[in-house]
């Protein structure tokens, strides 16, 4: 305890001040402190972005006072009190009974069937039908007919002379006799059909 009493007397003034801490903590320190933190290192995020900051878009300035033109001569319009266009007083309490009265004196009742040019008009429709359907009948039985002439006379190209006469010996027995193309081919038409000539050879 001596010792601790020897700095008292070589600095009294010291020793005569009272006895305190002198490090405080500040109010409600420990409470904000995390806040503070916070808000220090956002200020520190912020520090280091300075560069980015904001920027104008491309031909800004250029387009700039088109812009704002364009938007004073829309308030203009959309300020103006009057319309464009107005409809008369009353307009639209009597429009159904003047359609009315102007329709019906116009109507005007046609009938078809009293028309002269109309009753021409089909009976030539009838007659061009009736003949087309007269015409492709004629020509279908032509070319039917044709095409039989022609399948019969294949058929006779087609047997061999020696054939027809053995098959005459043979289903009438008669003699061989001499016969001409045209009389053979006259005598085949005459008793066999174009059904029975390629069964019976």
């Known amino acids: 305890m001596a010792e601790n009493m020897e700095w008292e007397n070589e600095a009294p003034h010291l020793a005569k001040l009272k006895k305190s801490n002198s490090f405080t903590v500040p109010t409600n320190y420990f409470e904000e402190l995390g806040e503070r933190i916070n808000q220090s ?4 995020s912020l520090q280091k972005n300075e560069h980015l900051g904001f920027h104008t878009p491309a031909n800004y300035f ?8 364009s938007r004073v001569a829309l308030e203009q319009l959309h300020n103006k009190k009057t319309q464009g266009f107005t409809v008369p007083a009353g ?3 009597n429009l159904q009974q003047r359609i009315a009265t102007k ?11 009293q028309q002269p040019l109309l009753k ?6 009838f007659v061009v039908m ?4 007269w015409f492709t009948s004629q020509r279908h039985n ?7 002439e022609l399948a019969k006379e294949q058929l006779l190209y087609d047997i061999d002379e020696s ?23 006259h005598y085949i038409l005459e008793n066999f059909s174009t059904n029975e000539l390629p069964n019976n050879l």
């Not at 032509?142 to 039989?148: A, G, V």
């Open 120 to 125: 021409y008009a089909i009976a030539a429709s």
């Open 62 to 69: 250029e387009t700039l006072e088109e812009k704002i033109t």
């Open 103 to 113: 329709t019906i004196g116009t109507q005007k009742t046609i009938k078809l069937w």
């Open 163 to 185: 054939v027809i006469l053995e098959y005459i010996q043979e289903n009438q027995n008669v003699k061989t006799v001499n016969m001409t193309d045209g009389e053979m081919e």
């Open 142 to 148: 032509e070319k039917q007919l044709r095409k039989t």
């Open 130 to 133: 009736a003949t087309t359907a």
């Open 41 to 44: 290192v956002f200020i520190s």
């Open 91 to 93: 307009y639209f309490n």
